[in-house]
C-alpha cells in the first residue's frame, strides 16, 4: 500500500486534468484484474454495524460518500467503494456526451487546500454511463447519479433533458439528485428559480419511483436557500444536497474569476447553510452535506447539526486514497468518546 501513497504524490505533481484521468484510470485497471481491489478493500474499508443507516429502503454502510464530479461517466463504482466510501455519487451526466469548457479548467490551490474547475458538464452521456453502470450491478454500495442539462438545450427545454435522464438511467440509481447549481453551465443557475426547480422535480418524479433530490448552490441568500429547500421538500423530493461549488472568488484573493471553487474555502458557508436549511426544515427530507469536509471531526459536526450524509471530493486529493479510512475509524472514535 505504500505503493498507492507514491502514486498520490506523483499525481499531485501532474496537471490537474491529468491526474484525474490517470486516477480513473488506475481505478479502472484495479476493477479488472480484482486482486489489486480485494487488497484495497482490505485495507481501507471499515465495517461497523453503528456506522449503519437505513434509507430510502438501502443499506448506507457508513455515512461518508463520494460527491459527484469525480466519475463522471459511472466507470469506477467498484474501485471508489473499495477506498472506504459508504456510498458513491456518479456524474454530473447529460443526455448527449459533450466535451466541457476550453483546458485547462482544473487548478490547484495547494495553500488553501482547494481546487479550482471549470470543467461545464464534460462526460460521455447518459448511454454511454448507463452501459458502465449495467456492467457493475449488482453495486457494493448505493450509488446516486447526478443529473444536469446540455450546454446547448435552452432554458425552456431543461425539463426534457432532466426528464430524459430519468428514463434512461432510473432504474440504475439508488437516488437522483437534479443539478441546478453548478457555476460552469451558462444560465444553469437561473433554473434556481422556486417556481422553475419545483417544475423539474415533479416531471422527473413522474417518471420514477427513486427518491429525487435537488443540489444547491452556496452562493444562495440565506432567505433564498430556505425558501428553496422548503418548496421543493414540499414539492416531494426526498432531500437536498448542500452545496455546489462557490462563486465567491473573494475568498482567495487574486484568483482568476473562473470556475467553482471546492475545498476548504467553502467549508464556512457550507456548514452555516446546512444548519439553516436543518432548522428551516424541521426533519423534513434528508440532507446530504457537501464543502469542505476533510475530517471526522467536520463530519461528526455536519452529522450533528442536520445532515444524515456527507460527501468528500477536493481533500481526497490533497489526503490520498487512505483519507476515508482514517475519517470512519476516527469518527468510531468520536462515538464512543460521547
Not at 450546454?151 to 431543461?158: K, P, S, Y
Not at 452562493?219 to 414540499?234: H, M, P, Y
Request: charged share 25%; aromatic share 4%; net charge positive.
Amino acid at each position: 500500500m505504500l505503493s498507492l501513497n507514491a502514486l498520490h504524490k506523483s499525481l499531485l505533481r501532474l496537471e490537474p486534468e491529468t491526474a484525474h484521468e490517470l486516477a480513473i484510470d488506475a481505478l479502472r485497471a484495479s476493477q479488472a484484474a480484482r486482486l489489486p481491489l480485494s487488497l484495497l478493500r482490505r485495507r481501507c474499508v471499515i465495517s461497523d454495524r453503528r456506522l449503519e443507516q437505513r434509507i430510502w429502503d438501502r443499506t448506507f454502510p457508513n455515512p461518508v460518500g463520494l460527491a459527484a464530479g469525480f466519475d463522471k461517466n459511472g466507470e469506477v463504482v467498484h474501485g471508489m467503494a473499495a477506498a472506504g466510501f459508504g456510498f458513491l455519487e456518479v456524474g454530473t451526466v447529460t443526455p448527449m456526451p459533450q466535451r466541457g469548457n476550453p483546458k485547462p479548467r482544473v487548478f490547484r490551490h495547494r495553500e488553501q487546500q482547494t481546487l479550482r474547475n471549470a470543467l461545464g458538464f464534460n462526460n460521455h452521456g447518459a448511454r454511454a454511463m448507463a452501459k458502465k453502470l449495467k456492467g457493475q450491478r449488482p453495486y457494493p454500495v448505493p450509488v446516486g447519479i447526478n443529473i444536469g442539462k446540455n450546454r446547448n438545450t435552452a432554458a425552456d427545454d431543461a425539463a426534457l433533458d432532466y426528464q430524459k435522464l430519468v428514463d434512461e438511467l432510473d432504474e440504475l440509481s439508488d437516488y437522483l439528485v437534479i443539478n441546478v447549481s453548478s457555476p460552469n453551465t451558462p444560465g444553469l443557475r437561473d433554473l434556481q428559480r422556486v417556481a422553475t426547480v419545483v417544475e423539474l422535480l415533479e416531471g422527473c418524479m413522474r417518471r420514477t419511483p427513486r427518491p429525487v433530490l435537488v443540489k444547491l448552490a452556496p452562493d444562495l441568500e440565506d432567505g433564498e436557500a430556505v425558501e428553496l429547500a422548503q418548496a421543493v421538500v414540499e414539492a416531494g423530493a426526498a432531500g437536498l444536497v448542500m452545496t455546489n461549488t462557490t462563486i465567491d472568488y473573494s475568498l482567495i484573493p487574486g484568483v482568476e474569476p473562473r470556475g467553482g471553487l471546492s475545498g476548504r474555502v467553502l467549508k464556512k458557508r457550507s456548514f452555516e447553510l446546512l444548519r439553516l436549511v436543518a432548522a428551516s426544515l424541521g426533519g423534513r427530507g434528508r440532507l446530504i452535506s457537501v464543502g469542505g469536509i476533510d475530517s471526522a471531526e467536520e463530519v461528526y459536526a455536519r452529522l450533528k447539526n442536520g445532515a444524515s450524509l456527507v460527501q468528500i471530493y477536493t481533500a481526497l486529493v490533497y489526503q490520498g486514497p487512505f483519507l476515508i479510512n482514517r475519517i470512519v475509524g476516527d469518527l468510531l472514535g468520536l462515538m464512543d468518546r460521547d
